[in-house]
C-alpha cells in the first residue's frame, strides 16, 4: 500500500461507530479509519491537522502501551496512523457517503487532516492455513458485565439491574431503539455457557449496534439501524448452514435451530478458550461456589442452570475485559468528586495537567500510575488523578468491541471439494452433540481513551439512566 499513489476505488465503506468511520481494502486484509465531526461542524473543522494526528497517535499509544498490557497483547492491534492525500480522502468521503445508514449521518468524515488510523482486517483474516471456506466473524460490543459494589453507590437500583438493562428503557424512551435488547451482560460475562447461550441468543434477536457477523469480511447480520423491519433471521441460518450441516450432505433436514445452536456453542467456545491463535474447544477452569452476580432485568431463568456455575478462565478475552472493567471501582458517584479535585487543583495550576498526563501521553508510566495507585485516598492531586486514569481506562474496556473469527478446521473439511460452500460436507459423526471443530482467533477493537472532560457527562448520563429506569421500566416486568 502506497500513501502516496492511492487509489480511492480500491476502498469501500465497512462501517462506522459513533467517532469514527471504517473503509476496507478490496484486496489486502487493511482497513482505515477514519475521525468524524459533528455535521455542523463541516465547514469548519474542529481541530488542526496536527491535533488531528495527535489525537490518532494518542490512540495508538493507549492502545499499544496502556490497554494492551491490561488486556493481553494476543488480543490487541493497535494499527499505526497514516498521512493520506486530502483529494483521496475527499473521494472516499463521496463514495462512502450514500453506503452509510441514516443514523449515523449527524456526523461526516473528516476530510480535512489527512490522517488516518490504519489496522488489519479483522474481518477477513489471514490464515495459516489454506480453506475452502470464507471466514466467518461476530463482532460482540459487550459492555460492563459487573454490578457496582462500592459504598457510594446512592441508588439500591444499581446494585441490582445492570447499567445496560437500564439503558434500554432510556434507549427506546428516546426513541433510539424501536425494542429493547434483552441481552444481559452480566449473562455474556458469567462463564457459565447456558446463561452465555442464553445472552447471545439475545444478540442475534436485537442485535442494535452490539452485535454483528461478517462473512469473507461483508456485513450479513445487523441491526437494520433506525428501521423496525424484523431482521432476516432465515437469511442468516441460510448463510451460516453451509458451515454447520455436518456429517454427510444427504443429511439436509438439519434444522435451523441445530444451526444456531451450534454457531452459538462454536462462539462460545472462542470466548471460552484462552483465546488467540487456532485451537479447538474451550478451557474453563471448573471452579465451585457461586457464579457472578445476577442483574434483576435479566430473562434467563437460574432455576435452569444445570451444571452449577463456572468461572471464566482468568486469560479468556472476556475475563480480561472484565477485570479492566473493574478497576472502576468506585462507581461514577464516587470517581466525581476526585474528577473535581484534578479539575480544581489545574484551574489553579494549569501546567501540572502535563505532569498528571490528563490528555496523555499514554505511556508506560501512565500505566504504571493507575497499576500502583493506592487502596486509601490520602487527599492527594496524585491519588485523584490515578482514580480518574483507572475510571477512564475502565470506560475503554465497557466499550471496546469483541471480533471473534472462525474458519471450518481444514482436517475436517472434505479434501476435493471443489464445488464451494452449498456441498461442504464434515468429516464427523451427525449424532456427536459436539459442535465441529473451527479454527478461530479472537481479537479486541475500539481501544480509544475516553476523554478527561468527559468525565461530568457520565455523572449526568448515569443520573439519567437510574431516574428513566425508575420511571419506567422498574415497574415493568
Ligand atoms: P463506537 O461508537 O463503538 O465507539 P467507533 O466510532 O469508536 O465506535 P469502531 O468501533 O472502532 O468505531 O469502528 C466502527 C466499526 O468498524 C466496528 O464496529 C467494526 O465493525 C468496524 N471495524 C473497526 N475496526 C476494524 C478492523 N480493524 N477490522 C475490521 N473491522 C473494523
Ligand atoms: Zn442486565
Ligand atoms: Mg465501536
Ligand atoms: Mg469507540
Redesign the pocket.
Known sequence: MELDKMDENEWKY?????????V?HVQLPR?L?LL?YPAEDCENPPQTPEQAFRQIQNVVDFSSNVMSSLLGEKFI?S?EVVKLPLEFVRQLSIRAQHQRPAMRCDKVMDIYSGCALC??????PTLHQPTHSLPL?I?I?PKCGFLPSSKHVSKDIKTKVCRFCMHQHDKVARGKWKRRSLYCPLDLFSGNRQRMQFAIRQLIEEPQ?NF?I?KG?Q?IYSSKEGSDDSLDLNSLLHQLRPYFTYGNNRISHVTGKAVLNDFIQVLVNALLSGGGGGGHGGGVADRCGEGRSFCEASLFNKERIRHGSQDLNSNSVLSRILQTQMLDTLNIEGLHPLYRRVEQHLQDFPKERSRLQVDGPYNEAFLETLQKCPAEDDGSVEYAAAKVHQYRVAMTAK???I?VALVPSPEEEEEDDDEGLSSQRWLRDFHSTRPPAFSYSV?I????PKPFDSIPCQLRLDQRIVSCYLRTGGALP
Open positions: 465497512h462501517g462506522e461507530g459513533n467517532k469514527s468511520l471504517v476496507s482497513v479509519r468524524k492491534h494499527g489496522l488489519p482486517n479483522l474481518t477477513s466473524c463482532e460490543k449496534n454483528k461478517f469480511g456485513c466499550d471496546c468491541s471480533m481479537s477493537l475500539d481501544l480509544d
